[in-house]
């Protein structure tokens, strides 16, 4: 590497001396000068045409594994265009462009977030199409997000649901997601949030063995239909308690469950209480700073809890009561409990009262 900068420094060099020469009126001798450069510059640029470069001469297996890991870790998607995408790699060289189209797993994930909304249904169908076309039989990651102002909805087909592994889309517009009737042997993660309620029809997913976690917002809930049984893991955002309990006392085999809880207006009624019998992971967050939904962790019975996350905002006026109604009345053995937010207690109170957990806080 060191020969051919020297080499291309020589070369400049060479460059700068015969444009000196150019410029100026010049007699015979000078002219025998310049042509002596253009000699020495035509034999450098022969040894630099000559050279090969390292990353030419890997094994076409090597490039593969070095494009797959250029690519943002499967199953993040990467952008359509641009530095991170794909397709860059396909504008370096043409030997690089035949590897990359020749490389499925470089297009097993599409990433859809068109700025005109009238054109947001040909992007859909043309993008899915190709990139699809390009990974062959590996399955797929898939994220969109509508542009405002969008009603046009998108549409998989059967045939592009059956490689459908990971899913997430988020509709800022009145639009509708529609996938047609048909098995969905790979899916394995959903991740929904609509803007609007208005659903012409649910979004079922009624035959996906493989699905195991979903993300969710309010919206999403109303309008989805799962198999909430066979779920693991759950994050439901910005939804009031009332809304979480039907869903959870479907979801008995729940490891991992985290609420970003809102605060109900109105009279507040006796809540259910939602037996989760697997789970080991519980996250309880404020959808908003001045959320206050006392009462609620108490409703929970995790016998085989280890860890809870919470802000002390949603422990009501009493945080510690809370904390050890929640914690006898469940009776689990927690290993970590991590008071999130900013507390009214010390750390020193709630080390005291659970002197065999493992305690964190992360603000005063």
Request: charged fraction near 20%; glycine fraction near 4%.
């Given at each position: ?93 043409r030997q690089w462009r035949d590897i990359a189209l020749a490389t499925p797993m470089l297009w097993r994930a599409v990433y859809m977030c ?251």
């Amino acid at each position: 590497m060191a020969t051919l900068e020297a080499q291309r420094a020589l070369a400049a060099n060479l460059d700068a001396q015969m444009l000196a020469l150019a410029d100026e009126i010049v007699v015979d001798p000078r002219r025998s000068s310049l042509s002596t450069l253009q000699v020495q510059r035509a034999l450098v640029q022969e040894q630099l045409n000559a050279y090969k470069y390292p990353v030419l001469t890997l094994p076409t297996e090597i490039i593969c594994e070095i494009f797959i890991h250029f690519l943002p870790v499967y199953p993040e998607c990467p952008p359509p265009a641009g530095i991170l995408s794909p397709t860059n790699l396909t504008q370096i060289c043409r030997q690089w462009r035949d590897i990359a189209l020749a490389t499925p797993m470089l297009w097993r994930a599409v990433y859809m977030c068109p700025e005109d909304a009238g054109v947001v249904q040909q992007m859909h169908e043309l993008n899915i199409s190709i990139w699809l076309g390009r990974s062959l039989g590996c399955p797929f990651s898939i994220e969109i997000l509508t542009p405002y102002g969008s009603r046009r909805g998108f549409m998989f087909s059967s045939a592009q649901s059956t490689r459908l592994e990971y899913l997430k889309v988020l509709l800022r517009a009145s639009s509708s997601l529609v996938i047609e009737e048909g098995p969905m042997p790979l899916l394995r993660h959903l991740d929904l949030a609509f803007q609007y309620p208005e659903m012409s029809e649910p979004v079922v997913f009624p035959d996906a063995p493989l699905l195991r976690s979903a993300v969710l917002n309010d919206n999403a809930i109303q309008a989805v239909v799962l198999p909430w049984a066979q779920l693991t893991e759950l994050t439901l955002h910005r939804v009031f308690p009332e809304e979480c309990t039907p869903v959870l006392q479907l979801t008995s085999n729940l490891v991992y469950c985290k609420l970003t809880i809102a605060e109900s207006s109105g009279v507040h009624r006796a809540r259910p209480d939602v037996t989760l019998l697997c789970l080991e992971s519980l996250t309880l967050e404020p959808h908003r700073l001045n959320t206050k939904t006392s009462g609620y962790l108490e409703t929970f019975i995790v016998p085989t809890l280890c860890h809870l996350q919470v802000k002390e905002q949603l422990l009501g006026s009493e945080p510690v009561d809370s904390l050890t109604t929640f914690v006898s009345k469940s009776e689990c053995t927690l290993e970590a409990i991590y008071i999130s937010g900013k507390r009214r207690l010390s750390e020193d109170v709630y080390r005291h009262a659970f002197p065999s957990i493992e305690l964190s806080f992360d603000e005063a």
